[in-house]
């Protein structure tokens, strides 16, 4: 804020002593700082991240007692793995997506926390979310960090995140897939929701319309014409 108000406003994340750290997070010894923005390609990964939560959070808000799987970015936007009983639908995928633009609306933060790991293995447990529960034995430290978003979604989560869903400004959800928990057949599947995110409608359209030109390309579609 004291370099300049516009910078601040453009900040999304921050690089401390090379790891990625959220704005909110407090430097405890003497770092190096770099401050990342739109422009910054470490800075899109985090966005995708903070936009596979808040698709979760979503799901969350229409689908009470749906279970957690992981929500990661990957190249080109983001996905998150549920597990429910019933197949979610093309028409849940607009409902959900419009609950995402409600949620971006009311500026909601995505705020860490750290925890000990029996106590959170134990919370984990009392919200009947077995997949976290697994994560939180195999892969978390004595004390971990978790990631709340709105009054339903906390996640186990390394993070970093963005400030807040007012800085997400152009996502779409684009389909919906079977996964193995853990890609291991031997385990339960899960329902995988993909989506997409870019800093601006400008590059969500474009990527779109990229999208539509491979659809139209596509050989199995040629070959039945």
């Not at 609950?99 to 609306?105: H, N, R």
């Not at 430290?141 to 978003?149: G, H, R, W």
């Not at 996964?179 to 870019?198: C, F, H, P, S, V």
């Amino acid at each position: 804020q004291k370099i300049s108000p516009r910078l601040a406003d453009a900040t999304l994340v921050a690089k401390v002593n090379g790891d990625l750290y959220d704005l909110a997070r407090p430097l405890e010894k003497d770092s190096t700082v770099q401050i990342l923005t739109a422009k910054d390609p470490d800075a899109l990964y985090v966005y995708r991240h903070s936009t596979a939560h808040l698709l979760a959070a979503a799901v969350l808000e229409l689908f009470p007692g749906v279970k957690l799987g992981i929500g990661p970015p990957v190249e080109n936007g983001f996905y998150y793995d549920f597990d429910r009983s019933e197949p979610f639908s093309p028409e849940d995928l607009e409902r959900i997506e419009k609950k995402m633009w409600e949620l971006q609306g009311q500026d909601l933060k995505y705020e860490r926390t750290l925890t000990e790991k029996e106590a959170g293995l134990e919370k984990y447990r009392q919200m009947n979310e077995p997949m976290k529960v697994e994560l939180i034995g195999e892969r978390a430290d004595s004390i971990f960090s978790e990631y709340t978003l709105g009054p339903h979604f906390i996640d186990f989560c390394r993070g970093p995140h963005l400030p807040s869903t007012a800085k997400i400004k152009a996502f779409k959800l684009l389909s919906i897939a079977g996964a193995y928990w853990k890609g291991d057949e031997k385990n339960r599947q899960l329902q995988r929701i993909y989506g997409t995110a870019w800093f601006t409608k400008k590059e969500l359209d474009e990527y779109l319309t990229k999208l539509e030109e491979a659809k139209k390309r596509d050989h199995r579609k040629l070959g039945q014409e």
